[in-house]
Each structure stands twice: as C-alpha cells, then as structure tokens.
C-alpha cells in the first residue's frame, strides 16, 4: 500500500507559475512510477506527467508539453510537478499517481496507475 498527498495548489493568474508536490510513503518510492493527471469540471480525468521509477525516462500530455516539468527526489520521497506559464485552461483538480514497476517506462493511461492522492485544486484566473 502506497499513501500519496499532494500539496502546493491554490490560485495563480495566467502566465504564473506553481509547484505541486507529492509525498509518497509506505513503500519503496523507488519501486514506483510515478505521474501527474488532471480533471476538470465535466471534462474526462487526463494524463499531464509521468516519470519512470528510476528518473531516467518523463514524458508529458500533449497540453502541458514545454510548459511543465516533472521530477523526484528519492530522499524525500517526494514528485513533484513545476506548472510555468499556466493557462486558465489549466484549472482543474491536480491527482499524483504510483504505479509498482519493474520496468523504466511511462505509462498515460488513468487505468495503468494503482495508488492515487486526494488531489489539489488549481485554479488559474485570466
């Protein structure tokens, strides 16, 4: 079993920055693949950011692409998410996600990820 507890969110204007973090505890972090996804209101639950267990492969949503950055901190049990130039667009309840892996992929699928935080709003005004 796999805690994760995102932190960071709130309300940033457009063209701002934020950084969401997630905390992970309760097994080895660096057994685990790790990803950011995002739902907005009405709107299907979609994949921002992935990073593989071992940092070595990231990959990143179409829509968040050169805006956002992913990375981890294995002492600190710790992924985080750094948002630059956020859009209204990007308002949406932010989820961090794990997944047990014993390989170093990314995966994008909601379906592929076993443990799941709580979530953090962002909010973006224009």
């Known amino acids: 079993q796999v805690q994760l507890v995102e932190s960071g969110g709130g309300l940033v204007q457009a063209g701002g920055s934020l950084r969401l973090s997630c905390l992970a505890s309760g097994r080895t972090f660096s057994n685990y693949a790790m990803a950011w996804f995002r739902q907005a209101p009405g709107k299907e639950r979609e994949f921002g950011a992935g990073?593989?267990?071992?940092?070595?492969?990231?990959g990143y949503g179409d829509s968040v692409k050169g805006r956002f950055t992913t990375s981890r901190d294995y002492a600190k049990n710790t992924v985080y998410l750094q948002m630059n130039s956020v859009k209204p667009e990007d308002t949406a309840v932010y989820y961090c996600?794990?997944?047990?892996?014993?390989?170093?992929?990314?995966?994008?699928?909601?379906?592929?990820?076993?443990?799941w935080g709580q979530g953090t709003q962002v909010t973006v005004s224009s």
């Open positions: 990073i593989s267990r071992n940092g070595g492969n990231i």
């Open positions: 996600a794990a997944r047990p892996e014993i390989s170093f992929v990314v995966r994008t699928k909601r379906g592929d990820y076993t443990y």
